[in-house]
């Protein structure tokens, strides 16, 4: 099969897959296998194009979950026992300067994760990380107590290093190591779109992390956003995709040749 042929196969077929299966139109919140037509099409297709249909196996799952499923796995309030909130984006500072020694304003999409955190813990009272863009808000608007302000790395000659979110996981792991009680269940905060990979990251530096369930997360983009990435959907989609497969990458390599 031609590369054009696999694209229209893919455009063809997903809307109808979409229609007919809510599942795959709206996630599936409580984790589980793909629902519906799409996969079985996406393994013809590519079984077709590559000549491969084993190959073709092992890479679907992997096809539908990073490009086709943006919903988190999610967990009632009631088991977690803290909240971690991720940023998204920010503005530039007000008054200019180096950017690497100048700290940014946090932006309106972090105003509306804070919000977001606010409103869930009006729920239920427990302690939040939070990225330093939300805690700010957290702080300054919502007077928000027991909040851990996870902020970025200044070195003694000033310059910012930004944490990933990866690094503002592995921040909270740290945190939280050595509690009694151990780290504890997390709920996740973060972008509509950049939730899933948030769950996925606190997962992967050893926490049982979900995203509360029935609270929905902010979705409007900042076109004024100091990162490109963030200021428009499709971009982000694609910077977000390049992400989970950089990290799928060297987990597959790894499980593959464990001793290098």
């Given at each position: 099969m031609?590369?054009?042929?696999?694209?229209?196969?893919?455009?063809?077929t997903v809307p109808a897959a979409l229609a007919a299966t809510p599942a795959l139109a709206h996630g599936r919140p409580?984790?589980?296998?793909?629902?519906?037509?799409l996969p079985h099409r996406m393994l013809q297709a590519l079984a077709g194009e590559l000549e491969d249909r084993d190959t073709a196996a092992e890479l679907?799952?992997?096809?539908?979950?990073?490009?086709?499923?943006?919903?988190?796995e999610t967990a009632p309030l009631g088991r977690l026992d803290f909240l971690v909130a991720y940023g998204f984006g920010n503005r530039p500072a007000?008054?200019?300067?180096?950017?690497?020694k100048v700290l940014p304003e946090p932006g309106p999409v972090n105003e509306e994760l804070a919000d977001t955190v606010a409103?869930?813990?009006?729920?239920?009272?427990?302690?939040?990380?939070?990225?330093?863009?939300?805690?700010?808000?957290?702080k300054d608007k919502h007077q928000m107590k027991d909040v851990t302000s996870i902020e970025p790395v200044i070195e003694p000659d000033g310059t910012i290093t930004?944490?990933?979110t990866d690094g503002v996981a592995a921040q909270v792991a740290e945190a939280r190591r050595h509690l009694p009680g151990g780290i504890g269940t997390a709920g996740v905060i973060g972008f509509r779109d950049h939730v899933k990979r948030c769950v996925q990251t606190t997962r992967d530096r050893g926490i049982t992390a979900y995203a509360p369930r029935g609270f929905d997360m902010p979705d409007t983009y900042d076109p004024q956003s100091g990162q490109p990435w963030t200021r428009r959907r499709d971009l982000y989609l694609v910077h977000d995709m390049a992400a989970q497969w950089q990290v799928l990458r060297q987990k597959m390599i790894t499980a593959a040749y464990p001793n290098g």
């Open positions: 031609q590369r054009r042929d696999f694209a229209v196969v893919l455009a063809t409580g984790g589980g296998q793909p629902a519906g037509q679907v799952p992997h096809l539908y979950d990073v490009g086709f499923e943006w919903e988190p007000v008054g200019g300067g180096d950017p690497t409103r869930i813990r009006r729920r239920r009272r427990i302690p939040v990380y939070a990225q330093w863009e939300i805690a700010r808000f957290l930004y944490l990933s």
